[in-house]
Antibody, heavy 118, light 110 residues
Framework: QVQLQESGPGLVKPSETLSLTCAVS?????????WGWIRQPPGKGLEWIGT???????YYNPSLRSRVTISVDTSKNQLSLRLISVTAADTAVYYC???????????WGQGTLVTVSS | QSVLTQPPSASGTPGQRVTISCSGS????????VNWYQQLPGTAPKLLIY???QRPSGVPDRFSGSKSGTSASLAISGLQSEDEADYYC???????????FGGGTKLTVL
C-alpha cells in the first residue's frame, strides 16, 4: 500500500522560495507512475501545480510554469516541489499524489499547510 | 474562475439519488476523460471516478459517472450521511495545456 507524506516549512516569507518534499513509502518511484503536486487555498478549490513522470519528464500548470520546479530523487524515493517568488496567493494546503495520468491522482498525501506571510 | 463549472451546492435526503454536473468545453470535457474526487471535511481528496465512468477498487457502485458532449455528471444513488463532502471534477484541457479542476460542489445530506 503506497503512502505519501509531505513535509516542509509551514511559514514562508513573501518573495522567498517555498520548498516541499514528499516521502513515498510502499512503492519505488523509479518503478513507474506519474507523481504530482496539487494545492488548495484555505476554503477554496483544488489547483494542479504540476507532475513529474518517474523518468523525470515534467508537466506544469501554465500559470505557474515560470516559478515552479518539480523533481524526483529516486535514491531517497521522494519528490520535491520548489516554488519561487511566493506571495500571499500561494498560501494553501499542498498535496502530493501518485497519478496514473496527469488528471488522475490515485493516492494522496495528507497535505501540508504553507502560509506565506512576513 | 474555473473553466469547469460546477454548482456550488447540492443536497438530498438519505436514500435519494442526486447528480452533480460539471460543464466544460470542447477543449476539455468534449475531448478528454473526466475524473471525480470526493473530499471529506479536513481530509485529502479521494479519487471517486476516473476515465469518465470507471470506479477505483473500493468505491461503492452507488457512485457513477457519465459524459455527454461538453458536460459530465456524477450520480450518487442511495444517498448516505457519509456522502456529505465536497466533490470536484477534473479534466485535461487541450487549449490551456493543463489539468483543470471544477470549483467544487458541496453536497449536504439533509
Amino acid at each position: 500500500q503506497v503512502q505519501l507524506q509531505e513535509s516542509g516549512p509551514g511559514l514562508v516569507k513573501p518573495s522567498e522560495t517555498l520548498s516541499l518534499t514528499c516521502a513515498v513509502s510502499g512503492y519505488s518511484i523509479s518503478s513507474g507512475y506519474y507523481w504530482g503536486w496539487i494545492r488548495q487555498p484555505p476554503g477554496k478549490g483544488l489547483e494542479w501545480i504540476g507532475t513529474v513522470y518517474h523518468s523525470g519528464s515534467t508537466y506544469y500548470n501554465p500559470s505557474l510554469r515560470s516559478r515552479v520546479t518539480i523533481s524526483v530523487d529516486t535514491s531517497k524515493n521522494q519528490l520535491s516541489l520548489r516554488l519561487i517568488s511566493v506571495t500571499a496567493a500561494d498560501t494553501a494546503v499542498y498535496y502530493c499524489a501518485r497519478q496514473i495520468s496527469l488528471a488522475v491522482g490515485t493516492a494522496w498525501g495528507q497535505g501540508t499547510l504553507v502560509t506565506v506571510s512576513s | 474562475q474555473s473553466v469547469l463549472t460546477q454548482p456550488p451546492s447540492a443536497s438530498g435526503t438519505p436514500g435519494q439519488r442526486v447528480t452533480i454536473s460539471c460543464s466544460g468545453s470542447s477543449s476539455n470535457i468534449g475531448s478528454n476523460a473526466v475524473n471525480w474526487y470526493q473530499q471529506l471535511p479536513g481530509t485529502a481528496p479521494k479519487l471517486l471516478i476516473y476515465t469518465t465512468n470507471q470506479r477505483p477498487s473500493g468505491v461503492p457502485d452507488r457512485f457513477s459517472g457519465s459524459k455527454s458532449g461538453t458536460s459530465a455528471s456524477l450520480a450518487i444513488s442511495g444517498l448516505q450521511s457519509e456522502d456529505e463532502a465536497d466533490y470536484y471534477c477534473a479534466a485535461w484541457d487541450d487549449s490551456l495545456k493543463g489539468v483543470e479542476f471544477g470549483g467544487g460542489t458541496k453536497l449536504t445530506v439533509l
